[in-house]
């Protein structure tokens, strides 16, 4: 069964805006992780949030994390063309333990 | 320090052929994750192995489908009989020893299987 949902399904924002994407699950997790795809191509790993943290930085990404709401958001400041991709949410139940994905997320940004 | 490698990157076979995966860690990393994607879907768990031992297959498919992560050499993906739906991308992930909180997979490029 799916454990992460994103959502929006897909999010089509212009060059310079912010795009806010969120994923919820639905059992205990160890971690969650957040992933790129370019379309045809592998994952790249953006961050991992623990359970135990709220919220992380990374550049131009901000992940946040809700363990009571079992909610996670992944957010993208000043948006470029570059950042059109597919984006998933990917959760582990323990420490090494395989990760459960949603079905992801479509970015588009418009030049 | 190479990425996850995978060969090969693409693949064909006929019906009832069967197809072989292979992939390499990355340095120092001892844990491996297979996982398929269909189109226009999420990646899908199928194993995880260490060295000379499986770990969680419970993802895989129980007919057709075989992994190993021998002492010496690349995991392999096994598939025999292939059949159409087998057609997919196939991802392996490596990740470092265990640690209490987790560590990232870093996912290699892919082996698109195409099944005729």
């Known amino acids: 069964s799916q454990q992460g949902e994103e959502d929006p399904q897909a999010l089509s924002i212009q060059e310079g805006e912010n795009a806010t994407m969120n994923c919820s699950y639905k059992?205990?997790?160890?971690?969650l992780q957040w992933y790129r795809q370019n379309s045809g191509r592998g994952l790249v790993h953006l961050i991992l949030i623990r359970s135990n943290e709220r919220e992380k930085h990374s550049g131009r990404l901000r992940v946040t994390l809700d363990t009571s709401k079992k909610s996670s958001s992944l957010l993208i400041t000043a948006s470029r063309a570059a950042d059109t991709a597919s984006y998933f949410c990917a959760t582990a139940s323990g420490a090494n333990s395989k990760l459960t994905f949603g079905k992801g997320i479509t970015l588009s940004v418009r030049p | 320090n190479a990425g996850v490698m995978q060969n090969p990157r693409h693949l064909v076979r006929r019906r009832g052929q069967e197809a072989r995966l292979r992939c390499s860690p990355m340095?120092?990393?001892?844990?491996v994750y297979w996982y398929r994607q269909l189109p226009e879907e999420g990646l899908k768990f199928m194993v995880y192995?260490?060295?000379?031992?499986?770990?969680?297959e419970s993802g895989m498919p129980k007919e057709r489908f075989s992994a190993e992560f021998p002492k010496e050499g690349p995991s392999i993906l096994r598939i025999q009989q292939v059949v159409r739906g087998d057609s997919a991308a196939y991802f392996c992930?490596?990740?470092?020893?265990?640690?209490?909180?987790?560590?990232?997979?870093?996912f290699g490029p892919g082996t698109r299987l195409t099944v005729l």
């Open positions: 192995l260490q060295k000379e031992n499986i770990i969680d």
């Open positions: 340095k120092g990393h001892s844990h």
């Open positions: 059992t205990s997790i160890n971690n």
């Open positions: 992930a490596s990740s470092p020893p265990v640690g209490l909180w987790g560590y990232e997979q870093f």
